[in-house]
């Protein structure tokens, strides 16, 4: 049978932007795509007949419509495939094999059901650690946030992640949310400089900036697919230190811009490691 190609779209972008998402985000994706494959093979769609229209039954005009041959049924619409998944699946001994073998496939290169079959446990294991610390590294490289020296406006008073391409967006501790292309105009605009006479930040606020940094420092793990136990623990910074969150390491000549650029503190990124 051929592949509902709805589905078979929906499948290709979500392979094609994967790297683009958390891994819980991919796993949602798929576990979403799986759901609507479901319902649209609950029932096959039947296409209707086609009914030829009949004119007022005065005459003369019926005996003419009576006289006409009727159009012919119009041809059934294919059926959705009855399994888009499960004949893969069904070739595994189980749901931990198939998703191992699904997320070596993903994040390094394809294997077929067959070769992976016929692999000895041993380098299904390397496969398991290798395609575990890609997606560790893919995180990192996606979601921690820019060195604070590449913008140290935008660092110093970021609430919660920051990226340098300019078609991103941040939200400035004085309120103000905008893409990053127009930190150099927010910075000398009159509501930032208005706020900048006493740089007060709500409690909140502050309370949401060190729950996220708490978070940073703890890591996040990708875990191993069984047989393998344990995984890899990465560290993102998703929310930089500042005044308001150190005060401490903020002297008061630090506190404005002195003419030479925003003093930030430099980070120290902590490596990934196995657990």
Same mark, same amino acid.
């Given at each position: 049978?051929?592949?509902?190609?709805?589905?078979?779209?929906?499948?290709? !972008?979500?392979?094609?932007?994967?790297?683009?998402?958390?891994?819980?985000?991919?796993?949602?994706?798929?576990?979403?795509?799986?759901?609507?494959?479901?319902?649209? @093979?609950?029932?096959? !769609?039947?296409? %209707?007949?086609?009914?030829? /229209?009949?004119?007022?039954?005065?005459?003369?005009?019926?005996?003419?419509?009576?006289?006409? %041959?009727?159009?012919?049924?119009? %041809?059934?619409?294919?059926?959705?495939? +009855?399994?888009?998944?499960?004949?893969?699946?069904?070739?595994?001994?189980?749901?931990?094999?198939?998703?191992?073998?699904?997320? !070596?496939?993903? !994040?390094?290169?394809? =294997?077929?059901?067959?070769?992976?079959?016929?692999?000895?446990?041993?380098?299904?294991?390397?496969?398991?650690?290798?395609?575990?610390?890609?997606?560790?590294?893919?995180?990192?490289?996606?979601?921690?946030? /820019?060195? /604070?020296?590449?913008? /140290?406006?935008?660092?110093?008073?970021? +609430?919660?992640?920051?990226?340098?391409?300019? @078609?991103?967006?941040?939200?400035?501790?004085?309120?103000?949310?905008?893409?990053?292309?127009?930190?150099?105009?927010?910075?000398?605009?009159?509501?930032?400089?208005?706020?900048?006479?006493?740089?007060?930040?709500?409690?909140?606020?502050?309370? @949401?900036?060190?729950?996220? =940094?708490?978070?940073?420092?703890?890591?996040?793990?990708?875990?191993?697919?069984?047989?393998?136990?344990?995984?890899?623990?990465?560290?993102?910074?998703?929310?930089?230190?500042?005044?308001?969150?150190? %005060?401490?390491?903020?002297?008061?000549?630090?506190?404005?811009?002195?003419?030479?650029?925003?003093?930030?503190?430099?980070?120290?990124?902590?490596?990934?490691?196995? =657990?």
């Amino acid at each position: 049978m051929t592949v509902n190609p709805n589905l078979a779209t929906l499948m290709r !972008v979500i392979e094609e932007n994967q790297d683009k998402m958390t891994e819980g985000e991919y796993l949602e994706a798929m576990n979403a795509l799986c759901a609507l494959h479901r319902v649209a @093979t609950s029932a096959v !769609v039947a296409a %209707p007949v086609a009914v030829a /229209p009949r004119a007022p039954s005065s005459p003369p005009y019926s005996s003419i419509w009576d006289d006409l %041959p009727p159009l012919p049924a119009l %041809p059934a619409l294919p059926a959705v495939p +009855v399994n888009l998944f499960g004949g893969v699946r069904n070739l595994f001994r189980g749901h931990d094999d198939y998703e191992l073998w699904s997320r !070596v496939t993903r !994040v390094l290169r394809h =294997i077929s059901p067959e070769s992976w079959l016929s692999m000895s446990q041993e380098l299904q294991n390397e496969l398991n650690r290798e395609s575990t610390r890609k997606i560790a590294e893919n995180q990192e490289r996606n979601f921690r946030n /820019p060195t /604070p020296s590449s913008c /140290p406006f935008v660092a110093r008073h970021a +609430v919660g992640d920051w990226r340098t391409n300019e @078609t991103e967006t941040w939200t400035c501790v004085c309120g103000y949310s905008g893409k990053f292309k127009h930190w150099q105009k927010h910075e000398k605009s009159a509501r930032h400089q208005e706020w900048a006479q006493h740089r007060i930040v709500p409690a909140k606020v502050v309370s @949401t900036m060190r729950k996220q =940094i708490q978070k940073d420092r703890q890591g996040t793990v990708i875990e191993f697919i069984r047989p393998l136990s344990g995984g890899f623990r990465y560290y993102l910074t998703r929310q930089e230190r500042n005044e308001w969150t150190h %005060p401490e390491f903020f002297l008061d000549n630090t506190r404005c811009n002195d003419r030479q650029g925003w003093f930030v503190l430099q980070r120290h990124v902590r490596e990934m490691i196995e =657990i």
